[in-house]
């Protein structure tokens, strides 16, 4: 009876020192996942929004783009056209002031949000 109690109580000490061995482990796994920035960690909403106006102001960079050309066609087929031609220098002329307005607008806001980024 003393020799299987002896078992018992050995038996148990290892699974308990097991337990420890494996919880420390798991522990050590979760550790290393959180440093790889795998799944799990929270994405910070300042970069959404970041992203979101880069994009925006990404499309309407090439929609600017877009008329610059057309206009230049405009031009080139106006066939001597005064009233085209003029018509397509308006276009590119309108078209520059809208790209430089959105440069300035991408600069300003790179600019805010790496102020509140390096505040937060």
Known sequence: MLFLGGLLVTSHGHSV???DD???II???IDDLDQTGLPGEVDNP???V???IRGLL????VIFLILIIYAGVKWMTSGGNSEAIEGAKKLIFNAVIGIVVIAFSFAIT???FSV???AK
């Open 58 to 61: 990404g499309t309407l960079a």
């Open 17 to 19: 020192l097991a337990a």
């Open 46 to 48: 300042y970069d959404w």
């Open 110 to 112: 790179q600019f805010v």
């Open 50 to 52: 970041i992203n979101l």
């Open 22 to 24: 494996i919880n420390s």
């Open 27 to 29: 522990n050590k796994q």
């Open 116 to 118: 509140i980024l390096k």
